[in-house]
């Protein structure tokens, strides 16, 4: 007897499909995600550095200005430069926030996309198992009436 077709193949398929729909977009988030994360990386690092290159060169300039005369020009200079710096280090921890921001929002996605992944990849697994159920059910109804044909015949050349 020929391999009993599964009434639920199109389920079944639409299912898989759905999982797999569902990884792809996952995966593209994941890709998205590490890209907000390179991002805010970045932005870290900038914000550092500027930090670095800003206490060095008040440093530099207050140590020349230090023990010589001082003009108001020179101070003024100075003044201009720490407020300058101060206003670059707000725009990059503006951006480090924005940053910070981005990432937090692609990650909650992802996380949605996880779940719902989880869910679909359920539910295929229960028509897959209920697939192969359905097969065993079958091999096992079409043992027995195997069995059962050839316990006929056998008691048939008996008598």
């Known amino acids: 007897m020929p391999r009993q077709p599964y009434p639920l193949e199109a389920l079944r398929k639409l ?3 759905r999982a797999e729909a569902q990884a792809r977009r996952l995966a593209a988030q994941i890709a998205r995600s590490a890209d907000a994360d390179a991002r805010l990386r970045e932005r870290e690092r900038e914000r550092r550095e500027h930090e670095v290159r ?3 060169t008040v440093h530099e300039e207050r140590q ?8 108001g020009a020179d101070l003024l200079r100075l003044v201009e430069f ?8 707000g725009a990059l921890a503006r951006a ?3 940053a910070r921001k981005l990432l937090a929002e692609e990650r909650a996605r992802e996380g949605e996309l996880r779940e719902e992944l989880g869910r679909l990849e359920a539910q295929a697994a229960l028509v897959r198992d209920h ?3 359905f097969h065993d059910q079958h091999a096992a109804r079409q043992q027995r009436a195997d069995e059962e044909a050839a316990l006929e015949q056998w008691s048939a050349r008996r008598h």
């Open 82 to 89: 720490e407020d300058a710096a101060r206003v670059q280090a």
């Open 131 to 133: 697939e192969t159920s």
């Open 64 to 71: 020349r200005l230090g023990p010589s005369q001082v003009s």
């Open 15 to 17: 299912r898989s499909e």
């Open 54 to 56: 800003t206490a060095e």
């Open 96 to 98: 480090e926030a924005s």
